[in-house]
C-alpha cells in the first residue's frame, strides 16, 4: 500500500482513502467494533464519527496516517492525558460529554494523540480522532 507524503490536496484525498480502507478492514477483523483500553479500563468504541474525522484531521499530516495504521495498539494502550470539555460550536462533538485527551508513543512515529468523546446518553466511549503530535527538537 503506498501512502503519499506529500502536501498536496491530491495527498490529502489519498490518504483518506488509505485511512477509510483501512477502517473499512479493521471492522471486518473487530465485529463488535471496540477494544479494552488500559488506561482508562472500559472499552473505546470506533463508529461512523471515528473513521469521519480522523480520516479528515489524519489525512493532512503522513505521521498522522502512519500512526493510524495502528490503531490496536493505540487504542489499547493510550494513556489517559486530560479530560476536557467538548469544543463549543464543533458540530461533531455535540453528543459528547466530555473529551478524554489521552497519548500513546509509536515507535518511528513518536507521540500521538487519541481523543476520545463520552457520550452524552449512553456514556460510550468513542474514538473520535487520532493524530501524531509534531515535536520540536
Known amino acids: 500500500m503506498f501512502i503519499p507524503d506529500g502536501n498536496t490536496i491530491e495527498d490529502f484525498k489519498q490518504r483518506a482513502k488509505v485511512i477509510r480502507n483501512f477502517y473499512r478492514l479493521w471492522k471486518l477483523k ?3 467494533q471496540k477494544v479494552y483500553n488500559h488506561s482508562l479500563k472500559a472499552d473505546i468504541n470506533i463508529r461512523f464519527i471515528s473513521i469521519d474525522e480522523t480520516s479528515t484531521k ?3 499530516n503522513y505521521l498522522s496516517t502512519l500512526a493510524v495504521l495502528q490503531l490496536d495498539v ?3 494502550a493510550a494513556k489517559k492525558v486530560r479530560v476536557v470539555k467538548p469544543k ?3 458540530e461533531n462533538q455535540k ?3 466530555e473529551m478524554i485527551l489521552m497519548e500513546c508513543d509509536l ?3 513518536g507521540k500521538v494523540k487519541l481523543t476520545v468523546g463520552v457520550h452524552k446518553k449512553s456514556s460510550l466511549k468513542i474514538q473520535y480522532c487520532i493524530t501524531a503530535i509534531n515535536v520540536s527538537p
Open 88 to 90: 463549543v460550536g464543533v
Open 95 to 97: 453528543t459528547f460529554k
Open 58 to 60: 489524519a489525512a493532512k
Open 74 to 76: 493505540i487504542l489499547m
Open 30 to 32: 473487530h465485529p463488535d
Open 107 to 109: 515507535v518511528s512515529i
